[in-house]
């Protein structure tokens, strides 16, 4: 049987994961969170009546978010759904998407559904706390003026830069060493081959929920759970996808998210998706736009994106294009290929399920 070009890429890179990469972590932390308690298990809620106007609707959303919670833990109920994940004494950080602006970002109204679902488990508003790692992104996409009061939110750098070696809000304990770099630095210096973990993940919570946005990505070719931790949570990422031909997503992403300070956290995964893009990803084009109207849940970031994945693919395919295994550049996505294979090479080290006939998805429609 012949080897697709991903199939000989993913089983390559992940040969080559010993030998590149270096993982610090010291996490006080004892049980991986990732895939967590239902590996493989997807719960997809779809309301018809989550969007008017291009704005979310709140009581669909709310029957979503509780519906969703609800099913995919198995509890009598959504307040015990939650509190079969949730805890007082629980400091609960939740990563937000604003990447795509105010036209393609995490909803307010999602938010305040999972900020109730904490406070019915018991978990205080002074331990919770929204995070993400650009500041000026997270005002620019209005997050900051969504949060009741009481709650805190968090970035660890100021604003986007290039080089993205600051060091202001990460941890010098905790950080993925891989033998990549940018172009013109120096690869002896030890910080540009580190990618450091932002101190709100290492030190001010025991446990976050995952907020994505289900979206195309260039070089990624989509960005779902992983990517949304992966390049949300440490610094110097952009030397995974320096280039449209230097491009390194595929093994960066899972080398990122398998460190256990990030993976024994990571407790809760929900992709908003009442509204997704399928290209010109990852910011929000209006022409790629489309109201998909589902929110999905999990604890298995893996099981989850290869969904996503198929998800957007369907879409194209509707719209005339390419499955994004099989993309090349245009003028709205340049890289030359897009490394979809960090979705299969993350089931490889165990942080989910990959494999679709151990994926159980259940559909619901409200």
């Known amino acids: 049987m012949s080897l697709t070009r991903r ?3 993913a089983n ?5 994961t010993a030998a590149v990469l270096q ?3 010291r996490a006080a932390v004892s049980k991986p969170g990732m895939p967590g308690p239902f590996p493989g298990r997807v719960i997809a809620v779809e309301h018809p009546g989550s969007i008017v106007g291009n704005a979310y609707q709140a009581e669909p959303v709310q029957q979503m978010m509780r519906r969703g919670l609800q099913e995919l833990t198995g509890a009598p109920s959504w307040i015990d759904g939650w509190r079969s994940l949730f805890e007082k004494g629980d400091v609960v950080g939740i990563k937000v998407s604003p990447v795509g602006g105010q036209n393609l970002s995490s909803d307010a109204l999602v938010l305040r559904e999972i900020l109730a679902g904490l406070k019915e488990a018991g978990v205080p508003t002074s331990d919770i706390l929204v995070f993400n790692r650009y500041k000026e992104e997270t005002i620019a996409a209005g997050i900051d003026k969504w949060l009741p009061p009481g709650i805190r939110w968090e970035a660890a750098s ?3 830069d290039e080089w993205q070696h600051d060091m202001g809000g990460y941890d010098p304990d905790h950080y993925m060493e891989m033998a990549l770099i940018k172009p013109g630095e120096d690869f002896n210096d030890v910080h540009m081959r580190r990618s450091y973990v932002a101190r709100v993940v290492t030190k001010r919570i025991n446990k976050f929920i995952n907020l994505p946005v289900l979206k195309h990505h260039q ?7 992983l990517k949304n931790m992966s390049h949300g949570m440490v610094n110097n990422v952009n030397r995974s996808h320096t280039t449209p031909t230097l491009n390194a997503c595929g093994i960066f992403i899972p080398s990122v998210v398998s460190l256990p300070v990030i993976r024994e956290k990571a407790t809760l995964q929900i992709c908003d998706a009442v509204k997704a893009s399928f290209h010109g990803g990852p910011g929000g084009k209006e022409k790629y736009i ?7 849940f999990a604890t298995d970031p893996v099981a989850l994106d290869k969904t996503g994945l198929q998800v957007i693919d369907a879409k194209r395919k509707q719209m005339g294009m390419l499955p994004l295994s099989l993309a090349k550049p245009d003028d709205d996505s340049h890289y030359l290929n897009s490394q979809i294979e ?3 090479i993350a089931g490889m080290l165990g942080l989910g399920v990959f494999d679709d006939d151990k ?4 559909r619901l429609r409200l």
């Open 158 to 160: 100021e604003k986007y």
């Open 12 to 16: 390559s890179l992940t040969a080559a």
């Open 290 to 296: 489309w109201e998909h109207k589902t929110m999905y």
């Open 7 to 9: 199939q000989l890429l």
């Open 342 to 344: 960090h979705i299969e």
């Open 359 to 362: 994926i159980k998805v259940k």
């Open 23 to 25: 993982s610090q972590s």
């Open 219 to 225: 070089s990624a070719g989509v960005t779902i759970c």
